[in-house]
Structure formats: C-alpha cells, structure tokens
C-alpha cells in the first residue's frame, strides 16, 4: 500500500509540474512604452489570457531605444510601441533582424506650442523642438514642409533632419530633443513636436496642435518580433487579441479620434 501510494502521488507531482512547465511556456514577455498605451496593450493581455491561456507579461519603458535592444537580445518577446519607418530605421542603424507580427494603431503626431495658438503667430528665428530619433524627426520635418514653413531637399526622405532643409525663409531654430522630454521642454521653446505617445499623458490634445498628422498617416504603429517568430502561435494569440473591438474601445476611450486602427 505505501509504495503504490509513493508512486501514485510521484505520478501526480509529475504530471502537476509537468502542467506547470506548459503552463509556463505559454507565456510571453511584450514591451510598451509607459503611458496609456500600455494600458491598451493590458486589455489585449486580458484577452489573450481569457481566449487562449496565454500569460502575457508586460514591461514597460521610458524611452524608444531600449524595447528594441531588449528584443534583440531576447529579453522581449514582442514589443508594441513603434511604426515602421523608426523600426526599419533601428535594423538599418543596429542590423537588428525584425519583423512586423501585425498592426496597432496610428497616432498622429502633432505641433505644440505654450506660447502661441496658430501658426501664423509664430515669430521669425522661433525655436522648434524636434523629436531626436530618426524617423520622428523626419515626421516633423516633412509636416511643416508640407505646410510651407520650410523647404526640404526631398520631402520624401523619411529620415530628414535639420541639415535636409533646402530653404528656411522664417530663420527657425531647431532643438533636437530625445521624445520623452518634449513635453517638459515645451514651455522653453516655441513650438514642439510631440508624439501622442507623450503628449496624452501630459494632457495635450490632438485638438490644440498647431499642426497635426491626418488619419491617412503612413506612420502606423506595430507588434515588432525577432524575425522568424511571426508566425509562432503565442505571438498570433497576442495579434489577434490586439486587433478586437475591446482594444479597439479601450484606445478610443484614452485616446478618442486620436487612435485609429492601423489593421482595418
């Protein structure tokens, strides 16, 4: 009696710590930048858990190059923050091997300003903070190309800086400053670009910028993955999650018009 109880209950410990070693690995680890997408990306870890027993851990940060460096070196399974253009830019600059598991949303970037209420009351030689990544940058600088405060030498070149202007006929200077301290520089200067990802949190609307993206942006956010791990079943777990009307509703709710859905 006592061996076959010894060996019923080793049975039982087995297969329990076998169920928990699967229960495990159907975990992934998925960056965020600190902020209300965050909160976006926990209704989709609800979801995720809820449909497919999925744990989904999310980390978050502060900044726009570390979630690429954690991906890279595996600390990460996924990361949520970024649109395609700064990603390719970081694989281009850092030969990280990615790839897009799926669409977010778009959020426009926009121009904001403490001291001014329209473009036109922008003053010759104003001082404009730029976001210092590569893209984001360009993102600004091609806006007020397009809105004629500026001349590019190829308003195509998604990775302009200040040194692409062709003409700058109202003698603007130019910050470059890293994404996250936008805000807080904003009253110093007369004019920055904020990525919404910042501007919410610091209670910037959409609605007040001087110069704002428009729904067609091509800057749409994405789940980033080491490449070759698109199409694992965990990682399409978490898309699908992502890509339901519930996240849909949450980003709507944080962000109002200002979220659109970059996969419809």
Excluded: C
């Amino acid at each position: 009696m006592r061996k076959t109880l010894i060996g019923t209950l080793t049975a039982s410990a087995l297969t329990l710590s076998a169920g928990a070693a699967l229960a495990d690995e159907h975990a992934i680890k998925v960056g965020t930048v600190a902020g209300p997408e965050t909160d976006v990306m926990k209704v989709a870890a609800e979801i995720a858990e809820r449909e497919h027993g999925l744990e989904v851990e999310i980390i978050e940060f502060t900044d726009y190059v570390t979630p690429n460096a954690a991906l890279a070196d595996g600390s990460l399974d996924a990361n949520a923050y970024q649109h395609e253009p700064y990603m390719r830019s970081m694989v281009e600059d850092r030969g990280y091997d990615f790839a897009i598991a799926g669409y977010t949303f778009v959020y426009p970037i926009g121009a904001y300003s403490a001291k001014y209420d329209s473009i036109e009351e922008l003053p010759e030689g104003a001082t404009i903070a730029l976001p210092n990544d590569p893209s984001n940058e360009g993102r600004a600088l091609i806006l007020m190309h397009n809105e004629g405060l500026l001349t590019l030498q190829d308003p195509t070149f998604l990775e302009a800086t200040p040194l692409d202007i062709a003409e700058n006929p109202h003698d603007f200077e130019f910050r470059e400053i890293e994404a996250a301290q936008l805000p807080r520089v904003l009253p110093d200067v007369d004019m920055a670009f904020i990525n919404n990802t910042f501007a919410q949190p610091a209670g910037l609307s959409l609605d007040d910028a001087l110069i704002k993206e428009g729904a067609e942006s091509p800057y749409v956010n994405l789940i980033a993955v080491r490449g070759g791990d698109e199409e694992r079943e965990d990682i399409q777990q978490l898309v699908e999650a992502y890509q339901s009307e519930e996240v849909e509703a949450k980003a709507s709710e944080l962000f109002g018009p200002q979220a659109v859905p970059g996969w419809k």
